[in-house]
């Protein structure tokens, strides 16, 4: 019997897994169902994409939507909208807006603001603010697909300012420090190397207002 589909896109060059060639796609109920010669099928709706690419949708997994705060720029609308349009099909969102992700509130604001008004899947970063012993219920609120560390000033008071800080906040989520053994000695050589940078508005990360870490020293870590 033959198969049939909602929708078949026919003799593009799709790109997948396994590389790229002439195939066709048999889409049933909003998802795919088939790739490959489908010649016999037949479908609601057949598109020629004969000369197009046919690429799977694109995880971003850093956007900046604005909202809340300066929806001006952007909002949740019309950042999911230009996904959408981009082949974007998920995004994650990031947590410095106005106010700033950092409470399950916050989290909760998003998701309802999203709802019905963003055509791509979505989830939301939060960021390190809030007590250390909150992490474990922040982490795992619906809606989250990560805790951002922020190693350097950005919007708001978000900068996680030691080293030491960094390495026992990532500790609680993920049970170890992700910083090593070499990554420690290269930040302590950092240190020990900081130059003085007049003028300069950069604050080191490692502490000390108005210097910047050596990048010999920082390019060594790498």
């Not at 409470?103 to 007590?131: N, V, W, Y």
């Not at 990560?146 to 800080?165: N, P, Y």
Request: with cysteine; glycine share 12%; aromatic share 4%.
């Amino acid at each position: 019997m033959a198969q049939t589909f909602d929708l078949i896109l026919k003799n593009g060059l799709v790109v997948n897994h396994d590389g790229e060639g002439v195939r066709d796609v048999g889409v049933k109920g909003g998802k795919i169902a088939e790739i490959g010669s489908l010649s016999g099928a037949s479908a609601g709706e057949v598109i020629d994409c004969a000369g197009l690419h046919v690429l799977p949708g694109v995880i971003d997994t850093q956007v900046h939507f604005r909202e809340p705060g300066p929806t001006h720029k952007e909002d949740l609308e019309s950042g999911g909208r230009a996904a959408v349009l981009g082949g974007i099909t998920a995004v994650f969102e990031m947590p410095n807006t106005n106010p700033l992700t950092t409470t399950p509130e916050a989290i909760a604001d998003k998701l309802s603001r999203a709802k019905g008004r963003m055509q791509c899947d979505h989830a939301f970063m939060s960021a390190r603010r809030m007590r250390m012993r909150h992490l474990p219920e922040l982490e795992m609120l619906p809606g989250v697909c990560g805790v951002k560390i922020f190693m350097g000033a950005s919007t708001g008071d978000l900068w996680c300012r030691t080293m030491t800080a960094c390495a026992k906040f990532c500790a609680m989520g993920a049970g170890a420090s992700p910083f090593t053994p070499k990554m420690n000695s290269c930040c302590a050589r950092a240190r020990r190397s900081r130059a003085k940078a007049t003028g300069h508005p950069i604050r080191s990360a490692f502490g000390g207002s108005g210097s910047v870490v050596n990048e010999a020293a920082v390019a060594a870590c790498l």
